[in-house]
């Protein structure tokens, strides 16, 4: 590879890692402005939304961007993240309880465990799936849901993908700044990818 090849790939991967921190700033600035609990379900949805116009070239503005994003997905924004962040919520408690009654309760733990990657799983379909098709929004989660069923591969590399995220920042605390907006910026390429390829299989079959 030239010197020249070198210096272009650099200059993307840093434009990457600061589109990453800014929809990282984003998503932490719009969740404090709902009150986290209110602003947490229409920022991640925004950030979505933003995430996957980048991955498909668009120039756009950010900001006004996200703004727009953020009023729009108000309502199904939390009615999409909300229960999932509570459930999520309520199995990391669950695990630890167990976890602390040690090798009594590993029945219970591993289960816990198994749901807890089992939602993280279809939170990761699920969210680029609500910013790239139109849905009801009840029909999201059993849509999720059945993509990363009958797709295992596709899912295993979704959780590989969040768990390096989750080890890069355990490891190098600083990485926070681009955590979020980093995984969501993946997601959201990756399973672009994933449902451009399923929608090109069922064409293929003749399916509608």
């Known amino acids: 590879m ?13 434009d990457e890692v600061f589109w ?7 998503w932490t ?12 379900g229409p920022a991640t949805v925004a950030a979505y939304t933003v ?3 980048h991955a498909l ?4 503005s950010v900001w006004p961007a996200f703004v727009t994003a953020y009023r729009r997905e108000f309502g199904r924004g939390n009615v999409l993240v909300l229960p999932l962040a509570g459930v999520t919520v309520l199995l990391i408690t669950n695990y630890f309880y167990f976890a602390s009654m040690g090798s009594a309760a ?3 733990r591993l289960t816990t465990a198994a749901a807890l990657i089992a939602l993280a799983v279809i939170a990761a379909h699920l969210l680029p799936m609500a910013v790239h098709y139109d849905l009801r929004t009840r029909d999201y ?9 009958t797709r295992p591969a596709a899912s295993v590399l979704l959780l590989f993908v969040l768990i390096a995220v989750g080890y890069a920042v355990a490891m190098f605390p600083f990485l926070a700044v681009v955590a979020v907006g980093g995984w969501i910026q993946l997601d959201t390429w990756l399973c672009l990818r ?9 064409k293929t079959k003749g399916i509608s």
């Open 29 to 40: 600035i719009f969740s404090l402005a709902g009150g986290v609990i209110l602003g947490v």
């Open 141 to 149: 989660l059993p849509k999720a849901s059945l993509f990363a069923l």
């Open 2 to 14: 030239t010197s020249r090849a070198w210096s272009i790939g650099l200059h993307d991967a840093a």
């Open 20 to 26: 990453a921190a800014k929809l990282n700033l984003l």
């Open 194 to 202: 994933l449902f451009a390829e399923n929608e090109a299989r069922r």
């Open 57 to 60: 070239g668009e120039s756009f």
């Open 106 to 108: 590993s029945a219970p």
């Open 51 to 53: 995430a996957r116009r």
